[in-house]
């Protein structure tokens, strides 16, 4: 069937169809562009999507992680106000899908394209409304957890706290000021270490299949604190990016809304695993956005988030310090005429700072009995690696502090590692480049690596960069495309 669907890209005369299943509270709604009819489900289609408008738009970002988005609206024809009642109804967080195919095909032939949620409904003119459509992500877009402490102590409307990896000198929650309990995370975990009270080391019990502890020893009067190692569910410890992503993705935030397994490329998550297997650590103690988190955990190694067209959540790293495998050759004939621009030229930076090694709990007047260089070390939020390309300073007349980029890497060899693939990366000015391809295109992959050959901006010979943006219209076979070039 794929061989098919390539070949109805490629004709000119084929008769090109979009549907598109969207569901709100009431129901799920049958559209198309083009009048269409599923004899085998005995279901009409109403022929109201302005085949113009489905462009789905899916972006990575190249030097600020901007990217990880997924966005377009899809118009609605309702000149005659047939459709007024529909802005009624309760659309956030209900599921789409869009396919593509000829007028004439069944429906099971039908290729499906996107796989996503909307955000909304709403109208931008009089004569259409249009449906808001995000990825899969916007399902992230609750608390990690609301779940509270309870019962009648003081800290009953604290939030119970999350711990994931491993985290230095966090502040735990007083659970039971009776006993003098206290908790780190919600659930089985690693081992609870250096419990200290005002920076002196304390004797504990530890309940670890709860995330808790009880200090042997009254410290009335002082902060506790601890380095931890969390969540560790079903005797797995997760300690990475993808396997900790993965776990806040399908075991935390609304419980109506958060992926499953299925939600998660599998294979695309374990092979980022393997390359990018450098330790973490994140702690949630108050109320914060489950989206934000995962983005910020995968910009720690320099990458971004990004659902495959069928909705599968993908990580990607954009790398151009050594080339990739290419997957396509693009030439002058793939290309709509005179459509080819640069649109950005990326700013040179010769030096990035990371902060890594987080102390979650910043300490300036802890016990006399500490050493100064312990003092200090509680009183520091992060610690720092830079990296310089001291030629590319120069030649560029560069001054001023580098970029600061905090993440939640732990050791300082691999917050040392990942700054200098950074500066290796962003030392050289890239051009990122748009153009509208033909339909041969428009089956390329985000992330992916291409050679483009085409007479202008030094690319008569071909040069290697990487897919960071398309915007398919399959009503017309073409495509938009942004290519940042080696």
Same mark, same amino acid.
């Given at each position: 069937? %794929? ?12 008769? #090109? ?8 509270? +009431? ?29 789905? &738009? ?64 709403? +109208?931008?003119? /009089?004569? !259409?409304?249009?449906? *808001? @459509? ?40 007083? &659970? ?78 609304? %419980?109506?809304? /958060?992926?499953? @397994?299925? $939600?998660?490329? &599998? ?14 650590? @994140? ?11 995962? *983005? ?98 120069? +030649?560029?007349?560069? $001054?001023?502090?580098? /970029? #600061? ?11 040392? &590692? ?48 990487? !897919? ?10 073409? !495509? ?7």
């Amino acid at each position: 069937m %794929a061989e098919d669907f390539d070949a109805f890209l490629l004709d000119n005369s084929a008769v #090109r169809n979009v549907l598109v299943e969207v569901g709100h509270d +009431s129901t799920t709604e049958y559209l198309s562009y083009r009048p269409y009819f599923d004899s085998v489900a005995n279901r009409v289609y109403s022929p109201v999507v302005i085949g113009s408008s489905v462009r789905i &738009t899916r972006k990575l970002g190249y030097q600020n992680l901007d990217g990880g988005l997924t966005f377009g609206d899809i118009e609605l024809e309702n000149t005659d106000g047939s459709l007024d009642s529909w802005l009624d109804f309760i659309w956030s967080n209900r599921a789409i899908e869009i396919a593509v195919g000829a007028v004439t095909w069944a429906r099971a032939d039908y290729v499906t394209k996107f796989i996503g949620v909307v955000e909304g409904i709403d +109208s931008k003119s /009089r004569n !259409v409304l249009n449906i *808001k @459509v995000r990825d899969i992500m916007q399902r992230l877009n609750f608390p990690v957890t609301e779940l509270k402490l309870g019962g009648s102590t003081d800290n009953k409307d604290e939030l119970q706290p999350l711990l994931f990896g491993e985290c230095h000198n966090i502040t735990p929650l007083l &659970t039971n000021p009776a006993t003098l309990e206290y908790q780190f995370h919600q659930g089985n975990s690693e081992d609870a270490k250096e419990v200290r009270s005002n920076g002196i080391p304390a004797s504990v019990s530890k309940n670890l299949s709860n995330g808790k502890f009880t200090p042997t020893v009254n410290p009335q009067g002082t902060t506790i604190t601890l380095s931890a190692q969390g969540d560790k569910p079903s005797g797995v410890w997760n300690t990475t990016v993808a396997t900790i992503i993965q776990r806040l993705a399908t075991a935390f935030g609304n %419980a109506d809304n /958060r992926l499953s @397994v299925s $939600d998660i490329d &599998t294979s695309n998550f374990n092979s980022f695993d393997s390359a990018n297997n450098q330790d973490i650590g @994140v702690y949630f103690k108050t109320r914060q956005n489950l989206l934000v988190a995962v *983005k910020d955990i995968a910009a720690s190694v320099g990458a971004q988030l990004l659902p495959s067209e069928l909705g599968k959540l993908q990580l990607h790293k954009v790398d151009l310090v050594s080339v990739g495998s290419i997957s396509e050759t693009i030439t002058a004939n793939d290309v709509i005429d005179k459509s080819l621009k640069i649109v950005e030229m990326t700013e040179v930076e010769a030096a990035i700072t990371l902060g890594y090694a987080k102390n979650w709990t910043v300490q300036n007047n802890l016990d006399s009995g500490l050493v100064q260089e312990s003092k200090d070390s509680f009183a520091k939020e992060w610690l720092t690696v830079t990296k310089e390309n001291s030629t590319v300073k120069a +030649s560029h007349k560069l $001054d001023g502090e580098p /970029r #600061r980029i905090d993440t939640f890497l732990l050791s300082e060899s691999e917050a040392d &590692t990942e700054a200098q693939r950074q500066v290796d990366n962003f030392s050289t000015q890239r051009k990122i480049i748009s153009f509208t391809g033909r339909a041969r295109l428009l089956n390329l992959e985000i992330g992916s690596w291409v050679t483009i050959q085409y007479p202008r901006f030094g690319m008569d010979a071909g040069v290697p960069g990487v !897919v960071l943006r398309m915007t398919p219209d399959w009503i017309k076979s073409r !495509v938009q495309i942004d290519i940042v070039i080696r």
